[in-house]
């Protein structure tokens, strides 16, 4: 149902969620659900440009693409608060003032791992991947391009309308 590798042309480790179909009514597929206008960032971005771009838009994550719209990886607040422990002195937890290079580059925190879906994954499956992963959200691809992302958030809110 999982495996390693993704759409051909992708140069990141990916796992999927199977395209079978599921016996469902209602909002049952991935591509009911999902959000198409998907918030972006590129790797030269520096992380004060993430954390801004994750607090005025009220997300926790986004996926990181090149020029071309290729899919490298996700960059996370989970992510980021990881890079500033690692940035601390003796892992103090002191006033990160200073002791965090704001103009690290955002390939060098992000998560070069990602979970994709397809359009036509079922719900169900994705909530199991999901929590079997302990992941919050998961890209969607079509033609090995990024066509949507579901948040755990969004998964939440479509399990209780069904």
Do not use: W
């Not at 480790?13 to 198409?36: H, K, Y």
């Not at 005025?56 to 990881?82: F, M, Y």
């Not at 890209?139 to 579901?150: A, N, Q, T």
């Amino acid at each position: 149902m999982f495996s390693p590798g993704g759409p051909a042309g992708l140069d990141v480790p990916l796992v999927a969620a199977s395209s079978a179909p599921q016996e469902q009514t209602g909002r049952s597929r991935v591509a009911d659900i999902m959000t198409r206008r998907i918030v972006t960032i590129g790797p030269e971005a520096t992380v004060r440009e993430l954390a801004q771009l994750l607090f005025d838009h009220g997300i926790s994550g986004v996926p990181v693409v090149d020029r071309e719209g290729n899919l490298l990886g996700v960059a996370s607040q989970t992510d980021v608060a990881a890079y500033a422990a690692r940035a601390l002195p003796g892992g103090s937890s002191s006033c990160l003032c200073g002791a965090v290079d704001l103009d690290a580059r955002v390939a060098d925190v992000m998560s070069p791992y990602t979970y994709f879906a397809l359009e036509e994954t079922g719900l169900n499956e994705l909530a199991e991947m999901m929590l079997q992963r302990h992941i919050h959200r998961v890209v969607v691809v079509r033609d090995r391009k990024l066509v949507g992302i579901v948040s755990s958030l969004d998964l939440l809110r479509a399990l209780t309308r069904t």
